[in-house]
């Protein structure tokens, strides 16, 4: 390893690129930041790198590899320096700006002449410890690249320096041209390796970096921090101070060789870096010593201007501003007391007291003050104002103070801080009576103040009054937002170009992109995918006439409605308009729906009259069929015509008859409920559909069970059959099986219509019931038929289940309640499908969502599918639900993420019981009380004693509620408000309390037996009900639902 002049240059070299790289990017998203410096910077770090270890000759890598490496700098760094130049003179000629970004293309093949060892192909060290290398042919053409960006640079900063220089802007930009024309020098070198293998090339580099900085420290080109500038203005001191410590101590080795033997570079970095760590604090004692010991208080009030100077010319807060003014001149001038008065933006002739010192009165920060100035005092704030000046106003040992106000004590000294001919404020001063009188020194002191400090104030109130601004501006910038994306209509402001200028939230949900891919945009390529304006466009109308224009077309299948509306804007602006579109593809198919509704109306109105009209004919022609029939004998050839004569008519009597039914006057319609017989309505009903579509490969297939009449509205039935069996033939296509069924199962009537038709996706099965939706093709259906159907059995206390897919077919369950008691009675499910899922989501969503806070994103988790819930219902609708989370499915439960539950658990075989939620109208019902017994029960029927729950910390009623069953609180968790968790880790209160036992519990298993049914888990809950019981001997009971139990009362 060899450490000398060769390897020390690079070194420090690197490491001042290194603090240049560091806090240049240190100022990244700030004013002034160039990427192009950094890359500069980035490239010449790597080049004193490479050349650093090059030289040093050590055992990592080879001497080539780290030529190479060097190379990779030293080559790059043209390409990094001339973009900089380009951003550094604002050059925005777009010519330029591509030349000097498209040579970073070049580095690509210079690194391929250069690890292919077409620059170099031998590097290394001589027997005597020389470093050598040797060019390869390609090295011309690789110096030649760099060399002709370095030129080209070098006449950049030529033109550049004389234009700025006749646009006056002060940047000198001479030091940049000589460390450009260093750096050619220093680069010219290497293709003579003789003078190449020393770093002469790196050094002037360095050279050029030290001017480049200088000049970007001096003009402010680069906006780097205050400790940025100190470190890296401390490192280049340190350079050069070690750099004059060589020379001198070499010079003094030449006349005495004993001097300091061996190697004296360590001694000379080191003395360097002391140099920088001493000078500073030297400097500042220097000044101390003279300040506080040769000549103490010399001038106390130029250090308190001094101090306060430098602090107001960066304050831009009045408070602040306020506490600084009085702190220095109650601290430097020894005054009793001080105030800072400042008049209020939105009261002209209101001042405010904005920072007071020792000053005796009884206002406070920001309580008004009221001047009442003798006239002399006013007469000479009038001139004050008149001339634009801020002046000091004293009194002297022989005049009375200034009266100022009746809410503050007279006044020494008063300063009116004029702005803009108007006085802004005042500092006013009060001395105590020992000081007869105010020096020149201080006066002349306080005239400075007085400027600096209405400066300052105006630069405070300007702030200030930018500040109350900039909030009323973002304030109507707010409520037009939220105006403007509240428009439930695609909304854009588009120029007279047709580029898009704003878009709301509507029309980016619509169009289906990105805001940023529509701003900026021309509108009819954002929109419709087109490369000129679209024909239909009233855009230019609108602007010409500055009328509201509306037009329609057809896009795509798709009829849109568009509207155009002029802006008012500034002169000498371009043009805008908003664009309002909306797709009325539904709205135009609803209205010709609408048309056809109405004449499937007329023709149904036709159609009772026909029928009417056809009655009396038909009638004649059974009637004389029936005769001739009578009178003809059966072996006559006549016999076999007039019986199919008799049959024709009668099945055209009948298919009269239906029609009649079913399109009578909806007035002639009976609207009150009546029994009705599903079976025979929905056969009625399929007779219909078949009729009026071609059903000749379709198989209907019947599973009719007994069925108790119904009481309902026969004609909504037979629309609602009719709807179903007749979506169910379309899907088939023709041919397919269609299945009807009917059942009634726990006092529920069941309708089944299934088909093997293309099935439902998944998307669409959340809509289906939704107004006007409909896959089917535009002109083929409103999309009314399944949301007329939820409506027909919603009214009638019923529900729809739709099980669908794809390729397989669906299959619609109506259920309706057989009898009012059944539409009463509460009972008890374990979910095991994907509608009962549904259901306990909807539950969880209206109670723990819309009730009690719960985040959205908490319902329906991944893990909310291997947990069992139970449901309650009402009749056939869902009121409440909870779930169990048992340790052989989930381990850690759920609450481990929030609370240490292990560490208060006796074993791992426990469950978490979560999500207890029930409808407000069933709280005080046996649905609460059944949830919470069903759940515990379910629990121990699968052998686990430890039970957890959590609640919210401010619902003390439930949590009392699960102290009185023998939960135990164990602590308290955050998410975010405060949660309570318990634990059950021994027998429940039912359990050990035998009155309760006896009383409540017995009874209450009893009534819940028949209410509940959890498939193969029944049993298993009801050995766990005979398991509790059996631990008493029966006695006298109680209805548990009517006695006033404890559990229940706190229900």
């Given at each position: 390893m060899i450490i000398d002049v060769s390897t020390v240059i690079p070194a420090v070299a690197f490491i001042l690129y290194i603090f240049f790289t560091v806090f240049g990017f240190m100022q990244f998203k700030k004013e002034g930041f160039f990427w192009s410096f950094q890359l500069y910077m980035v490239f010449v770090a790597i080049w004193s790198f490479g050349s650093m270890m090059m030289h040093l000759n050590s055992e990592y890598m080879t001497t080539l590899f780290w030529n190479r490496i060097m190379l990779i700098g030293l080559l790059s760094v043209p390409f990094g320096l001339s973009n900089f130049i380009v951003d550094m003179l604002e050059i925005h000629k777009r010519s330029i700006r591509v030349f000097a970004q498209a040579s970073y293309l070049l580095i690509i093949p210079l690194m391929v002449l250069n690890f292919s060892g077409s620059i170099v192909h031998q590097a290394g060290f001589t027997p005597e410890g020389e470093f050598f290398y040797k060019l390869a042919p390609g090295s011309i053409l690789a110096y030649s690249i760099s060399y002709v960006y370095l030129i080209l640079t070098l006449i950049i900063l030529l033109v550049g320096a004389k234009y700025k220089t006749l646009k006056k802007t002060h940047k000198n930009l001479k030091l940049p041209l000589i460390g450009v024309g260093v750096m050619l020098i220093g680069i010219f070198m290497n293709i003579f390796p003789a003078l190449g293998k020393y770093p002469i090339d790196i050094f002037a580099a360095t050279i050029n970096a030290m001017l480049l900085f200088y000049t970007i420290y001096r003009y402010r080109l680069i906006s780097y921090s205050r400790?940025?500038?100190?470190?890296?203005?401390?490192?280049?001191?340190?350079?050069?101070?070690?750099?004059?410590?060589?020379?001198?101590?070499?010079?003094?080795?030449?006349?005495?060789?004993?001097?300091?033997?061996?190697?004296?570079?360590?001694?000379?970095?080191?003395?360097?870096i002391v140099t920088v760590l001493i000078i500073h604090p030297l400097r500042n004692l220097l000044a101390y010593v003279v300040d506080t010991i040769i000549i103490p208080k010399r001038h106390p009030y130029q250090t308190t201007i001094k101090n306060l100077s430098h602090r107001l010319t960066t304050i831009v807060n009045l408070k602040e501003l306020g506490d600084e003014v009085v702190k220095n001149l109650s601290s430097g001038l020894k005054t009793e007391w001080v105030i800072f008065v400042v008049k209020r933006l939105d009261n002209g002739d209101t001042f405010n007291m904005i920072a007071n010192s020792k000053c005796p009165t009884d206002l406070k920060e920001g309580d008004e003050v009221v001047f009442t100035f003798p006239p002399y005092v006013e007469e000479k704030l009038h001139k004050l104002r008149s001339e634009n000046v801020?002046?000091?106003?004293?009194?002297?040992?022989?005049?009375?103070?200034?009266?100022?106000?009746?809410?503050?004590?007279?006044?020494?000294?008063?300063?009116?801080?004029?702005?803009?001919?108007?006085?802004?404020?005042?500092?006013?001063?009060?001395?105590?009576?020992?000081?007869?009188?105010?020096?020149?020194?201080?006066?002349?002191?306080?005239?400075?103040?007085?400027?600096?400090?209405?400066?300052?104030?105006?630069?405070?109130?300007?702030?200030?009054?930018?500040?109350?601004?900039?909030?009323?501006?973002?304030?109507?910038?707010?409520?037009?937002?939220?105006?403007?994306?509240?428009?439930?209509?695609?909304?854009?402001?588009?120029?007279?170009?047709?580029?898009?200028?704003?878009?709301?939230?509507?029309?980016?949900a619509f169009y289906g992109n990105n805001k940023k891919g529509l701003i900026g945009n021309k509108c009819y390529r954002a929109f419709f995918q087109r490369n000129r304006p679209c024909q239909f466009c009233q855009a230019l109308d609108c602007l010409h006439n500055g009328a509201v224009e509306e037009t329609e077309t057809t896009i795509k299948d798709r009829v849109f409605s568009f509207q155009f509306h002029n802006v008012k804007v500034p002169e000498n602006s371009k043009n805008v308009f908003i664009e309002i579109i909306n797709d009325i593809t539904e709205q135009k198919n609803l209205q010709e729906e609408l048309v056809r509704t109405e004449k499937m109306a007329g023709i149904g109105t036709l159609a009772a009259g026909i029928a009417h009209e056809l009655n009396n004919p038909l009638a004649g022609i059974l009637g004389t069929a029936e005769i001739m029939l009578s009178e003809v004998e059966e072996d006559h050839a006549h016999h076999e015509y007039l019986e199919d004569i008799l049959s024709y008519s009668k099945?055209?009597?009948?298919?009269?008859?239906?029609?009649?039914?079913?399109?009578?006057?909806?007035?002639?319609?009976?609207?009150?409920?009546?029994?009705?017989?599903?079976?025979?309505?929905?056969?009625?009903?399929?007779r219909l559909a078949l009729r009026g579509i071609d059903s000749h490969n379709i198989e209907v297939r019947r599973n009719y069970h007994a069925l108790p009449y119904l009481e309902a509205n026969e004609s909504k039935l037979q629309q609602l059959f009719l709807n179903f069996i007749v979506n169910a033939i379309q899907a088939m296509d023709g041919s397919g099986v269609l299945t009807l069924s009917c059942m009634e199962q726990d006092g529920?009537?069941?309708?089944?219509?299934?088909?093997?038709?293309?099935?439902?996706?998944?998307?669409?099965?959340?809509?289906?019931?939704?107004?006007?939706?409909t896959t089917k093709a535009p002109g083929s259906g409103t999309g009314l038929g399944l949301s007329n159907c939820y409506t027909i059995v919603d009214k009638m206390g019923g529900r729809i289940r739709v099980k669908s897919e794809l390729g397989v077919g669906t299959e619609f369950t109506t259920?309706?309640?057989?009898?009012?008691?059944?539409?009463?009675?509460?009972?008890?499910?374990?979910?095991?499908?994907?509608?009962?899922?549904?259901?306990?989501?909807?539950?969880?969503?209206?109670?723990?969502v819309g009730e009690k806070g719960y985040l959205e994103e908490s319902i329906h988790r991944q893990e909310d599918e291997k947990a069992m819930h139970i449901l309650a219902f009402k009749g056939i609708h869902p009121v409440g639900t909870v779930s169990l989370m048992t340790s052989d499915h989930f381990w850690p439960l759920p609450i481990s993420e929030y609370f240490d539950i292990e560490s208060v658990l006796h074993s791992r075989n426990c469950s978490e019981i979560i999500r207890l939620a029930v409808l407000p109208e069933m709280r005080n019902t046996s649905a609460s009380i059944g949830l919470i017994i069903l759940v515990f029960l379910l629990a121990r029927s699968k052998g686990i004693e430890n039970l957890v729950i959590d609640v919210f910390a401010?619902?003390?009623?439930?949590?009392?509620?699960?102290?009185?069953?023998?939960?135990?609180?164990?602590?308290?968790?955050?998410?975010?408000?405060?949660?309570?968790?318990?634990?059950?880790?021994?027998?429940?209160?039912?359990?050990?309390d035998k009155s309760q036992l006896r009383h409540f519990v017995r009874p209450l298993f009893a009534r819940l037996r028949p209410m509940f049914d959890f498939g193969d888990m029944t049993q298993g809950v009801l050995d766990e009900m005979d398991r509790i019981l059996s631990a008493d001997t029966p006695g006298e009971v109680v209805d548990p639902l009517e006695e006033d139990s404890a559990i229940m009362v706190d229900l």
């Amino acid at each position: 390893m060899i450490i000398d002049v060769s390897t020390v240059i690079p070194a420090v070299a690197f490491i001042l690129y290194i603090f240049f790289t560091v806090f240049g990017f240190m100022q990244f998203k700030k004013e002034g930041f160039f990427w192009s410096f950094q890359l500069y910077m980035v490239f010449v770090a790597i080049w004193s790198f490479g050349s650093m270890m090059m030289h040093l000759n050590s055992e990592y890598m080879t001497t080539l590899f780290w030529n190479r490496i060097m190379l990779i700098g030293l080559l790059s760094v043209p390409f990094g320096l001339s973009n900089f130049i380009v951003d550094m003179l604002e050059i925005h000629k777009r010519s330029i700006r591509v030349f000097a970004q498209a040579s970073y293309l070049l580095i690509i093949p210079l690194m391929v002449l250069n690890f292919s060892g077409s620059i170099v192909h031998q590097a290394g060290f001589t027997p005597e410890g020389e470093f050598f290398y040797k060019l390869a042919p390609g090295s011309i053409l690789a110096y030649s690249i760099s060399y002709v960006y370095l030129i080209l640079t070098l006449i950049i900063l030529l033109v550049g320096a004389k234009y700025k220089t006749l646009k006056k802007t002060h940047k000198n930009l001479k030091l940049p041209l000589i460390g450009v024309g260093v750096m050619l020098i220093g680069i010219f070198m290497n293709i003579f390796p003789a003078l190449g293998k020393y770093p002469i090339d790196i050094f002037a580099a360095t050279i050029n970096a030290m001017l480049l900085f200088y000049t970007i420290y001096r003009y402010r080109l680069i906006s780097y921090s205050r400790i940025g500038i100190n470190i890296i203005y401390s490192t280049i001191l340190a350079i050069i101070a070690s750099i004059s410590y060589y020379i001198i101590i070499s010079i003094i080795k030449i006349f005495n060789s004993n001097f300091i033997p061996g190697d004296i570079l360590p001694l000379t970095i080191i003395l360097g870096i002391v140099t920088v760590l001493i000078i500073h604090p030297l400097r500042n004692l220097l000044a101390y010593v003279v300040d506080t010991i040769i000549i103490p208080k010399r001038h106390p009030y130029q250090t308190t201007i001094k101090n306060l100077s430098h602090r107001l010319t960066t304050i831009v807060n009045l408070k602040e501003l306020g506490d600084e003014v009085v702190k220095n001149l109650s601290s430097g001038l020894k005054t009793e007391w001080v105030i800072f008065v400042v008049k209020r933006l939105d009261n002209g002739d209101t001042f405010n007291m904005i920072a007071n010192s020792k000053c005796p009165t009884d206002l406070k920060e920001g309580d008004e003050v009221v001047f009442t100035f003798p006239p002399y005092v006013e007469e000479k704030l009038h001139k004050l104002r008149s001339e634009n000046v801020s002046s000091i106003l004293n009194v002297t040992p022989e005049e009375k103070r200034f009266e100022v106000s009746e809410q503050l004590p007279p006044a020494d000294v008063l300063i009116p801080l004029v702005v803009r001919k108007q006085i802004a404020g005042y500092i006013l001063i009060g001395y105590d009576y020992t000081k007869s009188l105010i020096t020149m020194i201080e006066l002349e002191a306080l005239e400075i103040l007085a400027a600096q400090s209405s400066l300052s104030l105006e630069n405070a109130l300007s702030f200030e009054q930018l500040r109350e601004q900039g909030d009323e501006l973002t304030m109507s910038k707010n409520k037009m937002e939220a105006i403007f994306n509240g428009i439930a209509s695609p909304v854009c402001l588009i120029d007279i170009d047709y580029t898009i200028q704003e878009v709301n939230t509507a029309a980016v949900a619509f169009y289906g992109n990105n805001k940023k891919g529509l701003i900026g945009n021309k509108c009819y390529r954002a929109f419709f995918q087109r490369n000129r304006p679209c024909q239909f466009c009233q855009a230019l109308d609108c602007l010409h006439n500055g009328a509201v224009e509306e037009t329609e077309t057809t896009i795509k299948d798709r009829v849109f409605s568009f509207q155009f509306h002029n802006v008012k804007v500034p002169e000498n602006s371009k043009n805008v308009f908003i664009e309002i579109i909306n797709d009325i593809t539904e709205q135009k198919n609803l209205q010709e729906e609408l048309v056809r509704t109405e004449k499937m109306a007329g023709i149904g109105t036709l159609a009772a009259g026909i029928a009417h009209e056809l009655n009396n004919p038909l009638a004649g022609i059974l009637g004389t069929a029936e005769i001739m029939l009578s009178e003809v004998e059966e072996d006559h050839a006549h016999h076999e015509y007039l019986e199919d004569i008799l049959s024709y008519s009668k099945t055209a009597a009948d298919v009269i008859k239906e029609l009649s039914i079913y399109s009578r006057k909806e007035k002639d319609a009976p609207e009150e409920n009546q029994s009705v017989e599903i079976v025979r309505i929905l056969e009625f009903s399929l007779r219909l559909a078949l009729r009026g579509i071609d059903s000749h490969n379709i198989e209907v297939r019947r599973n009719y069970h007994a069925l108790p009449y119904l009481e309902a509205n026969e004609s909504k039935l037979q629309q609602l059959f009719l709807n179903f069996i007749v979506n169910a033939i379309q899907a088939m296509d023709g041919s397919g099986v269609l299945t009807l069924s009917c059942m009634e199962q726990d006092g529920l009537i069941m309708i089944k219509v299934g088909d093997t038709g293309c099935g439902i996706a998944d998307k669409d099965l959340n809509q289906i019931f939704t107004p006007f939706f409909t896959t089917k093709a535009p002109g083929s259906g409103t999309g009314l038929g399944l949301s007329n159907c939820y409506t027909i059995v919603d009214k009638m206390g019923g529900r729809i289940r739709v099980k669908s897919e794809l390729g397989v077919g669906t299959e619609f369950t109506t259920i309706f309640p057989a009898n009012d008691e059944s539409r009463d009675t509460i009972r008890f499910s374990l979910v095991t499908d994907q509608a009962g899922m549904s259901d306990v989501f909807f539950i969880q969503r209206k109670v723990l969502v819309g009730e009690k806070g719960y985040l959205e994103e908490s319902i329906h988790r991944q893990e909310d599918e291997k947990a069992m819930h139970i449901l309650a219902f009402k009749g056939i609708h869902p009121v409440g639900t909870v779930s169990l989370m048992t340790s052989d499915h989930f381990w850690p439960l759920p609450i481990s993420e929030y609370f240490d539950i292990e560490s208060v658990l006796h074993s791992r075989n426990c469950s978490e019981i979560i999500r207890l939620a029930v409808l407000p109208e069933m709280r005080n019902t046996s649905a609460s009380i059944g949830l919470i017994i069903l759940v515990f029960l379910l629990a121990r029927s699968k052998g686990i004693e430890n039970l957890v729950i959590d609640v919210f910390a401010d619902d003390l009623k439930t949590i009392k509620l699960y102290k009185k069953f023998g939960f135990e609180e164990v602590g308290t968790y955050f998410s975010p408000s405060a949660v309570t968790v318990l634990t059950l880790q021994s027998k429940s209160t039912l359990e050990k309390d035998k009155s309760q036992l006896r009383h409540f519990v017995r009874p209450l298993f009893a009534r819940l037996r028949p209410m509940f049914d959890f498939g193969d888990m029944t049993q298993g809950v009801l050995d766990e009900m005979d398991r509790i019981l059996s631990a008493d001997t029966p006695g006298e009971v109680v209805d548990p639902l009517e006695e006033d139990s404890a559990i229940m009362v706190d229900l």
